[in-house]
């Protein structure tokens, strides 16, 4: 399935003497200081719904990011055109809008004795291009929803099913010195179905990302899953408000961690906009909660050796025994906070929930009454407050066991109290975006329904 061969239009060196040039006319031209990001990238996407080819889409871009300094005067500007007279016209651009700029005291590069150095150049395994002719990926994404909708004839409708392979490179480069890059691929499998019976439907999904097609699961597999999702939803109902603990299912479970991550994040720690401020130091989770950050892992979807600022980025325990040990600062926010960076100007890398010894079957064991929720809908987040207020299905458990699916109710609480109240945490790992955790049992929430 996959090949070592890639189509880009530009060979890696070529990013890097694109980035050379914004650097040299940046000094030229009088900026004290300059970064560029330099990339570009190519994909196929496929979807098909209701066996019938729905869409298939091809897409090919790049682009030059363009940052200077003028002292403490910030500028940028961009451009997707990689010809010299472009070049120069948007660092002239980035340089304009800088002088007329006011001075920030926290603007500039990274201190150059944290950018990362020729030690810190690690190999990641981060590029599997995905050669995979057109007709082979409408042969996936047809065998991926047949394999939902030949389960039951109660699933009588496609949202469909998508098979897309993408491929990007990129340099990053800034008047330290540092010049640094990789390509990356990206695939995933999605299916989308829908299962009726007298006139009430129900919607499920479920789809796979990986670095290498290899590590993918079968197409049938995810159009199997998914099918068995939404039949498992068939005769939910509505029930009373009530207050009862909450298993929130792994897929569902990686949106607790990243509001805890948007809590502890530069941006709003600076600006004030977080329920989470002055905590470092101090117990925010239940003490079983350890959480880790991994930037190096081998094929992992968030693996990087240096952040956007060129910082080296490094392992380290974010969350101990439910004490927060760390923030997610990058060199803007950090100066903001009179702190040092940690190395996360972009985002957080491979955050890993330590998990306990209990599967999901024996989390619902555990849990005894309440409610397993596998469906989350609505941002009704106060980072502010951390009042926590979702749309929300799922199914509720007696007894230790499934008894019925539900629906249109409302789960609310604290995001303090229900980070305090977590109770277990699953052995059923799931990989979502920069985040692995499994089921997360939180112990006690309101239940807003009927």
């Not at 006139?199 to 999904?205: F, L």
């Not at 470092?280 to 350890?290: A, D, E, Q, R, T």
């Not at 025994?321 to 940690?342: D, I």
Request: proline content about 3%.
């Amino acid at each position: 399935m996959s090949s070592p061969k890639s189509r880009f239009s530009y060979p890696l060196s070529t990013l890097e003497s694109i980035s050379a040039d914004v650097l040299a006319r940046a000094r030229e031209n009088g900026a004290t200081a300059c970064e560029a990001d330099v990339s570009e990238g190519y994909g196929q996407t496929v979807t098909v719904r209701k066996r019938e080819v729905e869409t298939i889409e091809y897409n090919r871009d790049k682009g030059i990011s363009v940052t200077v300094y003028v002292g403490q005067k910030k500028g940028h500007a961009s451009s997707s055109d990689f010809s010299p007279q472009a070049i120069r016209d948007t660092v002239d651009k980035a340089l304009t809008i800088a002088r007329f700029t006011a001075n920030d005291d926290c603007a500039g590069l990274a201190e150059r004795e944290l950018i990362a150095g020729p030690d810190a150049r690690r190999e990641l395994d981060l590029f599997h291009p995905w050669d995979l002719p057109v007709e082979k990926a409408i042969e996936l994404a047809r065998e991926c929803e047949a394999a939902a909708l030949r389960l039951d004839r109660r699933i009588s409708n496609s949202e469909g099913a998508n098979v897309s392979g993408q491929q990007s490179q990129f340099v990053y480069a800034n008047s330290h010195g540092f010049t640094a890059g990789f390509p990356t691929s990206r695939h995933y499998i999605s299916c989308s179905v829908i299962a009726e019976e007298n006139g009430k439907m129900q919607r499920d999904d479920w789809h796979s990302s990986k670095r290498s097609p290899a590590d993918l699961p079968s197409a049938k597999a995810v159009g199997d899953y998914a099918g068995r999702r939404a039949l498992a939803r068939m005769g939910s109902r509505k029930m009373s408000t009530t207050e009862a603990p909450i298993l929130f299912e792994a897929p569902v479970a990686s949106s607790l961690i990243g509001h805890f991550v948007s809590a502890v994040s530069g941006g709003s720690l600076y600006r004030k906009a977080s329920f989470l401020l002055d905590s470092l130091g101090k117990p925010v989770f239940s003490p079983l909660v350890n959480l880790v950050e991994r930037p190096h892992l081998v094929r992992g979807q968030a693996s990087s050796w240096f952040d956007d600022d060129g910082v080296e980025t490094r392992d380290r325990d974010v969350v101990h025994g439910g004490e927060l040990q760390g923030y997610f600062l990058g060199s803007y926010s950090a100066r903001k906070l009179g702190m040092q960076t940690t190395g996360n100007a972009g985002g957080n890398y491979n955050l890993i929930l330590e998990h306990g010894s209990d599967n999901l079957e024996q989390l619902i064991r555990k849990m005894g009454r309440g409610l397993l929720v596998t469906d989350l809908m609505g941002q009704g987040i106060n980072l502010i407050t951390g009042d926590y207020s979702r749309g929300a299905a799922g199914f509720w458990v007696e007894g230790g066991e499934i008894q019925y699916p539900v629906e249109e109710i409302t789960i609310a609480g604290n995001l303090k109290d229900m980070f305090r109240g977590i109770a277990a945490i699953g052995s059923d790992d799931l990989v979502r975006g920069s985040r692995t955790t499994g089921s997360i049992l939180v112990e006690n929430m309101t239940i807003a329904g009927s």
